[in-house]
């Protein structure tokens, strides 16, 4: 029966590569000792040299197999290597991998010692190797090296389940069913006779079971579909109601139980068409952001439980329905959280605008086969990218990966992203970059426009604003209310527009970047929200689309000083809010209601309100007051902001995603220190030095001593191995932050 071992704990480290490093018995003890998620170097949070990281290292990891694992197969299982990566049984090589986003398997049976010590040794190759997609050129993100994502071992009998594509059907039918393709694989000499079960249950509860017995050849790896027809009572799975199946195949000789697989599944339509997009026969508009993976200091190396949490923030905190993995599959912690959540999901393969020789190529469609092999049983995904970001067109290459996609999952569309018009159309759906907007009056252009097509097409903007105005969390307020109303702009023009299916900004979070782009310091502060997730303006106008009764919204674009804006003054004030209607109170005085601009932005479900005149606030040598914003909904006063007239530095707090960790070496949260004014609003130009203390059983992932920036920053703390708890205070030179603890259990 399958056995999966945790393979995560107590490998050695180097920072080197030598070839005596494979040999059993080599004396590693002096090496560090680390836990996977690893990153092969922590960085600063910017301006460092991004070739740092760019070197060959060594990991070691030593182990035992029990006797009674002599005839199975055992199968180590890497989810992501940055680049390239040798694997090294006892000395000798067993198996390489090409690509530092997608998952490969080693069979090491024919290697192992059982009951003795046994030496894994991995070369990690994380240079920006020209055979290596996305290299080869220059790319707009940093690939961090190491063993970035989680390892495992599998103990298997000789004939096992390599892979599950379970298939729902007639989704939209009273009566729905599932064709399940069973993938098995028979490393035996003999002919196997084997019972193939699928079930499907929910919460528990089976609903269907269907089995038929197959023969499997010698040396063969061979597929078999299972229909689960005449499903009644089952749920879609959608953006409000994300309900999961479980679906679990075994296989059987007699009474025995030989090795079994499990997945989740959801019943659902999602279709791109030329009208836009459908979600179980109904249009919607899909509201999104492009998410790269990247952390301060550890870069991808980050645990489950962040992983799910960035999923959690564009869905919960930014009000989004879609997220672009760009540009590359993701980890599928956080592709598991979007299935549970109800995030659309647009993931595509690795790579930016290059495209290298025949070779560079063929790592391209094998990233192609492994992305889609390993997350075609997910509802969230609906559109795979078989095509280079940004890249030219390249007619051969691209009806291939085209090909490559269809023949693995007919269920799904293809989408390539690109920013010239015209280009030709090989993929379902036509997804296009377009930066056209630069805050004037053209916010996006006509879909012919683009295509060159004489008809309408499958179509969705894929990237807008971004580079055209980074904007930092500290910039001056005018600069922030304009990124934040151009991420409008464009979203309220594409709502408008029955041939734009979806718009996508980029991005979510501020990413570091190779030094020819960004602004020098090794970041693109292109997100509405900074490397820590905390937001910026922008990311106050995608909460607002929230629905009320979920999460009232009610933010201000603005600082309310009277001197940071040219000239003076905060007007014209827009005030980002999913309410019915906003009224100020200056000095306990109604200045009037405010409603949102339905009339100007009749795209958005909930268009900010804007104001063009406060009395008492207009001229230099006039008082400025404090203020108070009351948001209502139905009449009832759901919400308040209030700004004070002398912000002063009043306390440091400390906010934690999580008061519980596992306490496995490995498990973290993030943690943001603000430095807040009298009534709780970040000071967004205070660069105070802060120092971080972390005692008991926990580590901080990033300096001890560091500066806010622009008020606030986050950091990441680690659990040990030990349960207790981790203490965290933090201070400046003018306050002292309350202690917060965390348990690890």
Same mark, same amino acid.
């Given at each position: 029966?399958?056995?999966?071992?945790?393979?995560?704990?107590?490998?050695?480290?180097?920072?080197?590569?030598?070839?005596?490093?494979?040999?059993?018995?080599?004396?590693?003890?002096?090496?560090?000792?680390?836990?996977?998620?690893?990153?092969?170097?922590?960085?600063?949070?910017?301006?460092?040299?991004?070739?740092?990281?760019?070197?060959?290292?060594?990991?070691?990891?030593?182990?035992?197999?029990?006797?009674?694992?002599?005839?199975?197969?055992?199968?180590?299982?890497?989810?992501?290597?940055?680049?390239?990566?040798?694997?090294?049984?006892?000395?000798?090589?067993?198996?390489?991998?090409?690509?530092?986003?997608?998952?490969?398997?080693?069979?090491?049976?024919?290697?192992?010692?059982?009951?003795?010590?046994?030496?894994?040794?991995?070369?990690?190759?994380?240079?920006?190797?020209?055979?290596?997609?996305?290299?080869?050129?220059?790319?707009?993100?940093?690939?961090?090296?190491?063993?970035?994502?989680?390892?495992?071992?599998?103990?298997?009998?000789? *004939?096992?389940?390599?892979?599950?594509?379970?298939?729902?059907?007639?989704?939209?039918?009273?009566?729905?069913?599932?064709?399940?393709?069973?993938?098995?694989?028979?490393?035996?000499?003999?002919?196997?006779?084997?019972?193939?079960?699928?079930?499907?249950?929910?919460?528990?509860?089976?609903?269907?079971?269907?089995?038929?017995?197959?023969?499997?050849?010698?040396?063969?790896?061979?597929?078999?579909?299972?229909?689960?027809?005449?499903?009644?009572?089952?749920?879609?799975?959608?953006?409000?109601?994300?309900? #999961?199946?479980?679906?679990?195949?075994?296989?059987?000789?007699?009474?025995?139980?030989?090795?079994?697989?499990?997945? =989740?599944?959801?019943?659902?339509?999602?279709?791109?068409?030329?009208?836009?997009?459908?979600?179980?026969?109904?249009? !919607?508009?899909?509201?999104?952001?492009?998410?790269?993976?990247?952390?301060?200091?550890?870069?991808?190396?980050?645990?489950?439980?962040?992983?799910?949490?960035? $999923?959690?923030?564009?869905?919960?905190? #930014?009000?989004?329905? *879609?997220?672009?993995?760009?540009?590359?599959?993701?980890?599928?912690?956080? *592709?598991?959280? @979007?299935?549970?959540?109800?995030?659309?999901?647009?993931?595509?393969?690795?790579?930016?605008?290059?495209?290298?020789?025949?070779?560079?190529?063929?790592?391209?469609?094998?990233?192609?086969?492994?992305?889609?092999?390993?997350?075609?049983?997910?509802?969230?995904?609906?559109?795979?990218?078989?095509?280079?970001?940004?890249?030219?067109?390249?007619?051969?290459?691209?009806?291939?990966?085209?090909?490559?996609?269809?023949?693995?999952?007919?269920?799904?569309?293809?989408?390539?992203?690109?920013?010239?018009?015209?280009?030709?159309?090989?993929?379902?759906?036509?997804?296009?970059?377009?930066? !056209?907007?630069?805050?004037?009056?053209? !916010?996006?252009?006509?879909?012919?426009?683009?295509?060159?097509?004489?008809?309408?097409?499958?179509?969705?903007?894929?990237?807008?604003?971004?580079?055209?105005?980074?904007?930092? =969390?500290?910039?001056?307020?005018?600069?922030?209310?304009?990124?934040?109303?151009?991420?409008?702009?464009?979203?309220?023009?594409?709502?408008?527009?029955?041939?734009? $299916?979806?718009?996508?900004?980029?991005?979510?979070?501020?990413?570091?970047?190779?030094?020819?782009?960004?602004?020098?310091? =090794?970041? @693109?502060?292109?997100?509405?929200?900074?490397?820590?997730?905390?937001?910026?303006? $922008?990311?106050?106008?995608?909460?607002?689309?929230?629905?009320?009764?979920?999460?009232?919204? *009610?933010?201000?674009?603005?600082?309310?000083?009277?001197?940071?804006?040219?000239?003076?003054?905060?007007?014209?004030?827009?005030?980002?809010?999913? @309410?019915?209607?906003?009224?100020?109170?200056?000095?306990?005085?109604?200045?009037?209601?405010?409603?949102?601009?339905?009339?100007?932005?009749?795209?958005?479900?909930?268009?900010? $309100?804007?104001?063009?005149?406060?009395?008492?606030?207009?001229?230099?040598?006039?008082?400025?007051?404090?203020?108070?914003?009351?948001?209502?909904?139905?009449?009832?006063?759901?919400?308040?902001?209030?700004?004070?007239?002398?912000?002063?530095?009043?306390?440091?707090?400390?906010?934690?995603?999580?008061?519980?960790?596992?306490?496995?070496?490995?498990?973290?949260?993030?943690?943001?220190?603000?430095?807040?004014?009298?009534?709780?609003?970040?000071?967004?130009?205070?660069?105070?030095?802060?120092?971080?203390?972390?005692?008991?059983?926990?580590?901080?992932?990033?300096?001890?001593?560091?500066?806010?920036?622009?008020?606030?920053?986050?950091?990441?703390?680690?659990?040990?191995?030990?349960?207790?708890?981790?203490?965290?205070?933090?201070?400046?030179?003018?306050?002292?932050?309350?202690?917060?603890?965390?348990?690890?259990?």
């Amino acid at each position: 029966m399958r056995q999966v071992i945790e393979f995560n704990h107590n490998w050695r480290y180097k920072e080197e590569w030598k070839a005596e490093f494979v040999s059993p018995g080599f004396d590693d003890s002096s090496w560090e000792k680390v836990h996977v998620p690893h990153t092969n170097l922590e960085l600063p949070y910017n301006y460092f040299d991004e070739k740092s990281y760019q070197f060959i290292s060594a990991y070691r990891k030593t182990f035992e197999l029990d006797q009674s694992f002599q005839g199975k197969r055992i199968l180590v299982n890497f989810e992501a290597v940055m680049a390239y990566a040798e694997v090294y049984l006892n000395g000798r090589l067993v198996g390489s991998h090409k690509g530092g986003y997608t998952p490969f398997s080693l069979d090491l049976t024919d290697h192992v010692l059982f009951g003795q010590e046994n030496v894994l040794t991995v070369q990690v190759d994380s240079r920006e190797r020209d055979d290596i997609p996305p290299f080869g050129h220059m790319i707009d993100y940093l690939c961090y090296g190491g063993i970035y994502r989680e390892v495992s071992l599998s103990i298997l009998d000789p *004939l096992y389940i390599k892979n599950v594509f379970a298939k729902p059907q007639k989704v939209l039918e009273e009566k729905k069913q599932v064709e399940t393709t069973v993938f098995l694989k028979n490393t035996s000499a003999a002919e196997e006779n084997i019972t193939v079960e699928v079930s499907l249950s929910r919460e528990g509860k089976e609903i269907a079971r269907q089995k038929k017995t197959v023969i499997v050849s010698p040396g063969a790896e061979e597929s078999f579909d299972i229909c689960l027809t005449d499903l009644t009572g089952i749920k879609l799975w959608d953006i409000d109601n994300p309900n #999961l199946y479980d679906l679990k195949v075994t296989l059987s000789k007699g009474k025995e139980q030989t090795d079994s697989f499990h997945t =989740r599944i959801g019943f659902r339509e999602a279709v791109v068409k030329p009208d836009g997009f459908y979600l179980n026969g109904e249009k !919607i508009m899909l509201r999104g952001l492009n998410r790269h993976q990247s952390f301060p200091y550890v870069g991808y190396a980050m645990p489950e439980r962040v992983q799910k949490k960035d $999923a959690d923030i564009l869905k919960y905190e #930014l009000g989004l329905n *879609l997220v672009r993995t760009s540009h590359y599959p993701q980890s599928r912690h956080f *592709l598991d959280r @979007c299935d549970e959540i109800g995030l659309m999901v647009f993931e595509e393969i690795p790579g930016w605008q290059y495209i290298g020789d025949e070779e560079w190529q063929e790592v391209a469609k094998e990233n192609v086969r492994e992305m889609i092999e390993r997350d075609w049983n997910r509802p969230s995904i609906f559109l795979w990218g078989v095509r280079i970001n940004e890249s030219q067109d390249c007619h051969d290459f691209y009806r291939e990966t085209n090909r490559i996609a269809r023949e693995l999952d007919p269920t799904r569309q293809t989408g390539g992203v690109r920013y010239i018009e015209h280009s030709e159309l090989l993929e379902d759906v036509y997804t296009m970059n377009d930066f !056209i907007h630069s805050g004037g009056e053209q !916010i996006l252009r006509d879909q012919k426009q683009v295509t060159g097509l004489d008809e309408y097409v499958p179509y969705m903007v894929c990237e807008f604003n971004g580079h055209m105005f980074p904007t930092k =969390r500290f910039d001056q307020e005018e600069r922030l209310m304009e990124h934040a109303l151009r991420h409008l702009r464009v979203q309220d023009r594409a709502a408008q527009d029955p041939h734009i $299916a979806a718009a996508i900004g980029w991005c979510a979070f501020d990413y570091n970047t190779h030094f020819e782009f960004g602004s020098g310091d =090794r970041i @693109c502060h292109h997100g509405v929200m900074d490397m820590f997730r905390i937001p910026k303006f $922008a990311a106050h106008f995608y909460a607002s689309q929230m629905d009320p009764k979920v999460k009232p919204v *009610l933010e201000p674009a603005t600082h309310w000083t009277r001197g940071d804006r040219s000239i003076g003054g905060v007007l014209p004030l827009v005030i980002f809010t999913n @309410c019915d209607a906003v009224e100020g109170f200056v000095g306990g005085q109604s200045i009037g209601k405010f409603y949102p601009a339905k009339d100007k932005f009749p795209g958005v479900p909930h268009p900010p $309100a804007m104001i063009t005149e406060i009395p008492e606030t207009g001229n230099w040598g006039m008082e400025w007051p404090s203020i108070e914003f009351v948001g209502y909904l139905n009449g009832e006063r759901v919400t308040t902001r209030r700004f004070v007239k002398n912000p002063a530095a009043t306390e440091l707090i400390i906010e934690v995603d999580d008061r519980e960790l596992r306490a496995d070496g490995i498990d973290a949260t993030r943690v943001v220190f603000k430095l807040v004014d009298q009534v709780g609003n970040i000071l967004p130009y205070a660069m105070e030095a802060i120092q971080i203390e972390v005692e008991g059983e926990g580590k901080l992932i990033g300096p001890k001593i560091t500066s806010l920036i622009g008020g606030a920053i986050g950091a990441w703390i680690k659990s040990t191995e030990n349960p207790g708890e981790i203490r965290i205070t933090a201070k400046t030179n003018s306050r002292q932050a309350k202690p917060v603890v965390i348990r690890t259990v």
